[in-house]
């Protein structure tokens, strides 16, 4: 037995004051990961902060005409709700490729962004792991690592993020809403994930200390070009080997504007301006497509087990885009 003290909060600012005064806290909110680590004791939270009853479950639109998700906002009710089908739905898709309707029924906004990573040794105690106990090896990098990461990665931890709902959320530029000791700040979604570099322990760059409060989403949601691939070993109830969020503005056949994201091949979802920026102006063809996933996947290394990821990742970014591009392809 692992014993913890429980606190439930319903105001913000009791939140916050919860969290700050006692550093062995955590936040709970679906509970779905926390609660799984708690019972292989990969982490040991003094105290969890029931958040559950805070006011933050809305889905409302924002002032500029965009989408305000709440942290408590579930899996569920997002991917569902008639605003995120009709304007987001690469949001929706994503998410409905993720989990299970039960897993998916309590999952959370600000959970989702936060679950940890899938790496096995991260969950298996008697594994060396830096992300779990900092200093004591990768066991991943010589080890089972056919789930792990082709980019981005360090000689200190080669995990990726397991989130499908952040891959689409990182290729609609969505903006986080965070609220602490120090008040509240925005995070812009590419900035919330690190990469492991020396310290694999830090997942993300919020304090310890903050709240999410809110997701917010810009006005265009790609309703027309986009595109939501995932490849994993079986059909439900698998993360993904490689997923690929794609959102494209096409005009008279040429890339007006391209985003892509890569999720299960890095330590946050991927995103690559450059590739991008090479797209833009190009006639949307499979040549253009083939070149832009060549240069997405330049820089990838495989450590054995994975090294078919790099090839599958450069596929499933054509085939994405593809699909993305669909009556928009050039001839
Ligand atoms: C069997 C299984 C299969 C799964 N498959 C997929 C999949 O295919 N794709 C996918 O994307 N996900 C998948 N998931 C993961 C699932 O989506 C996450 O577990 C879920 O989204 C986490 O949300 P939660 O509310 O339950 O978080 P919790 O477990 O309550 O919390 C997770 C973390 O977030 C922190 N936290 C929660 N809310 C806040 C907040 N508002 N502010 C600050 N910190 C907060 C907590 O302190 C904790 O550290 C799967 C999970 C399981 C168990
Ligand atoms: S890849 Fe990261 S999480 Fe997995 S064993 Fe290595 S350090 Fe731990």
Not at 17 to 38: H, Q
Not at 118 to 131: E, G, I, L, Q, V
Not at 133 to 155: F, K, M, V
Not at 175 to 194: C, K, Q, W
Request: proline letters at 5%; charged letters at 20%; hydrophobic letters at 45%.
């Amino acid at each position: 037995m692992n014993p913890f003290a429980y606190t439930r909060v319903t105001e913000v600012a009791e939140a916050v004051e919860a969290i700050s005064s006692d550093p062995s806290a955590r936040f709970v909110a679906g509970g779905t990961n926390l609660l799984d680590l708690m019972k292989e004791r990969v982490e040991q939270p003094g105290r969890l902060v029931d958040i559950t009853h805070l006011p933050l479950g809305q889905i409302e639109v924002t002032a500029g005409g965009g989408l305000r998700l709440g942290a408590l906002a579930t899996n569920t009710d997002v991917a569902y709700h008639t605003l995120v089908e009709r304007q987001y739905p690469l949001l929706s898709k994503a998410i409905l490729a993720g989990a299970s309707a039960q897993l998916r029924n309590m999952a959370s906004v600000g959970g989702n962004l936060l679950q940890r990573t899938r790496c096995m040794y991260f969950y298996d105690r008697a594994a060396p792991c830096n992300k779990r106990l900092p200093g004591t090896g990768c066991s991943a990098i010589d080890g089972l690592n056919r789930a792990h990461a082709i980019l981005g990665t360090s000689e200190h931890c080669i995990a990726t993020h397991p989130s499908d709902m952040c891959v689409a959320l990182a290729a609609l530029d969505a903006v986080v809403l965070v609220t602490g000791p120090g008040g509240e700040r925005s995070i812009p979604f590419g900035d919330l994930h690190r990469l492991p570099g020396h310290t694999p322990e830090i997942d993300t760059t919020l304090r310890r200390d903050e709240l999410i409060l809110a997701v917010e989403l810009p006005p265009d949601g790609f309703v027309e070009h986009h595109a939501y691939l995932k490849i994993r070993e079986r059909v439900s109830y698998a993360f993904a080997l490689v997923a690929v969020a794609v959102v494209l503005r096409i005009e008279a056949g040429s890339i007006a504007e391209a985003r892509i994201a890569l999720g299960g091949v890095a330590h946050k979802p991927w995103r690559d301006r450059q590739v991008e920026a090479l797209l833009h102006g190009r006639r949307a063809t499979r040549e253009s497509f083939r070149a832009a996933a060549e240069m997405m996947l330049h820089h990838a290394r495989g450590f054995g087990h994975n090294d078919f990821k790099i090839e599958l990742a450069k596929r499933a970014t054509v085939r994405a885009l593809t699909q993305a591009a669909g009556a928009g392809m050039a001839a």
